[in-house]
């Protein structure tokens, strides 16, 4: 006989329990395209402050529920949190995104102070907290946390980049020094993520943006294997806690670092095919993903078709609709709405 419901669409497709149909979410769903986020943000004023006011936090985490009613919300924080947690300077620029002090040797990276970081990060714990205690019943909480490869990329270069070359070279020059980066990233975004499932997160999530940007080899070191212990430690701790890993632009490597890292579930960027995922992925654990974000932009027959190509072909398996990537500033909020209705009505064929 199989297990019991958890009675959250979103824990069910990650833990082989059968759904009535896909849970659905979508990656960065609070943010500047709904008019009442833009209203909380001017209100704070600086987004760093927004991540660590609970009460604002909470509140633009539950917006996109209250209007789409996804099964899932997403905890409303960042994956600079910890480098900012870890004394590391960082700031939000208007138009720019973060910028961060680079680090590049080992003085910087000893001067990181991890025994200090849930002094910083506690506001995040109180939003886990408050927004747990106020989702409906069968609408999971999902709390997150970068990848210590993405985080570091970011703590490297100082700020955002295409192809992160002064991190790469690091890792490759003295992967000592730079593994020490990565040592500490693993045991404080441990530490975070357990936190947040403390607090009342029902699942993770790994965000590894930038993981697309490295060769096999590098990949196994700086994503698969610090996420294999990530997820191992969280498992012993939380076993029942579903982790979700996005390794965006993974591409074919996406097959090893699912069945490698120990993962309930992996989102799959745009660029992936949805079969060969079905084929290649569902085997092993749940996928989620992956319309175009920019299909939402459209709206329409471009948006629907696309996102019906993708419930055919990921819905005989685990499978938990969301976009390749997050949702940008111009999307209309109508076409969100749309699409949450195409999910909710939808039946195979
Ligand atoms: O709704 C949600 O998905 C939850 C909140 C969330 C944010 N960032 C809020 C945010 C999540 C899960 C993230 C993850 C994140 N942050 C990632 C991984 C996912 C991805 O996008 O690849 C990365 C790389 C970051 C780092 C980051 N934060 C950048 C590069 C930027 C600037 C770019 C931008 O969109 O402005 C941010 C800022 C940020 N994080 C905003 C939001 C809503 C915009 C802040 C604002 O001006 O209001």
Aim: charged share 20%; aromatic share 8%; hydrophobic share 40%.
């Amino acid at each position: 006989m199989s297990k019991p419901s958890s009675g959250k669409r979103l824990i069910d497709a990650l833990t082989d329990h059968p759904v009535d149909r896909p849970p659905f979410w979508f990656m960065r769903q609070a943010g500047r395209y709904l008019p009442e986020y833009r209203k909380v943000r001017a209100q704070v004023g600086d987004f760093l402050e927004l991540c660590y006011t609970p009460s604002a936090a909470a509140e633009v985490t539950l917006q996109p529920i209250r209007r789409y009613g996804m099964d899932a919300a997403i905890l409303f924080a960042d994956i600079l949190l910890i480098p900012d947690a870890l004394g590391q300077k960082l700031e939000y620029r208007e138009g720019e995104g973060p910028v961060l002090e680079p680090i590049r040797t080992a003085a910087g990276i000893a001067a990181l102070k991890p025994d200090a970081i849930h002094e910083r990060l506690s506001p995040v714990y109180e939003t886990v907290d408050r927004v747990a205690g106020a989702l409906p019943d069968g609408t999971a909480l999902i709390g997150f946390a970068g990848s210590p490869w993405t985080v570091a990329s970011y703590m490297v270069e100082g700020h955002g980049s295409k192809e992160f070359q002064e991190t790469r070279l690091w890792a490759m020059r003295d992967p000592q020094a730079f593994g020490a980066l990565i040592d500490v990233l693993t045991e404080a975004t441990t530490e975070y993520l357990g936190r947040q499932i403390e607090a009342g997160a029902h699942a993770v999530q790994l965000f590894d943006s930038w993981s697309g940007v490295l060769s096999e080899d590098q990949f196994g070191r700086w994503c698969t294997g610090p996420t294999r212990t990530i997820v191992g430690r969280l498992k012993r701790r939380y076993p029942g806690v579903p982790v979700i890993g996005f390794p965006r632009g993974a591409g074919a490597k996406t097959a090893e670092y699912a069945a490698a890292t120990g993962i309930d579930g992996v989102a799959i960027d745009t660029s992936m095919p949805p079969r060969w995922a079905a084929r290649a992925l569902q085997t092993t654990v749940a996928v989620q993903g992956n319309l175009d974000p920019l299909a939402v932009v459209v709206g329409g027959r471009a948006m629907e078709d696309q996102a019906r190509d993708i419930l055919e072909s990921l819905s005989n398996g685990p499978f938990i609709f969301n976009l390749g990537h997050g949702i940008v500033p111009q999307t209309p909020p109508e076409h969100v709405a749309a699409l949450s209705d195409l999910i909710r009505n939808w039946q195979s064929s």
